[in-house]
């Protein structure tokens, strides 16, 4: 069963940077699609980036593109999400997530991955 853990989220001013990191555990992560998923209060989960098995691939949602980055370590078993520019509305619990299988068309939909972390609270203040 693999395993995801979190950590890296705070509370910040807009215009911070924060760097999310996911450690992976019990799988072989260099077969893991990885996605970051984030949800505010009362509202759906959301997707943010996801990154395919071999780091060749990586996807946004619009409203972080050009700010977020997603990459991987495949030797630290490990994904980050780089986050510059913060703002309110970035204000959320994020959660890592993978997947073995998952199509390209299928990367931003939730339900697709099967592993979720515990998730990190990212607060960000005006």
């Known amino acids: 069963q693999v395993q995801l853990v979190e950590s890296g989220g705070g509370l910040v001013q807009t215009g911070d940077s924060l760097r999310l990191s996911c450690a992976v555990s019990k799988g072989t992560f260099s077969r893991l699609n990885m996605g970051w998923f984030r949800q505010a209060p009362g509202k759906e989960r959301q997707f943010v980036a996801a990154i395919s098995w071999s780091g060749g691939s990586t996807y946004y949602a619009d409203s972080v593109k050009g700010r977020f980055t997603i990459s991987r370590d495949n030797a630290k078993n490990a994904v980050y999400l780089q986050m510059n520019s913060l703002k309110p509305e970035d204000t959320a619990v994020y959660y890592c997530?993978?997947?073995?299988?998952?199509?390209?068309?299928?990367?931003?939909?939730?339900?697709?991955?099967?592993?979720w972390g515990q998730g990190t609270q990212v607060t960000v203040s005006s």
């Open positions: 997530a993978a997947a073995t299988l998952i199509r390209v068309e299928y990367y931003n939909d939730y339900a697709q991955y099967p592993y």
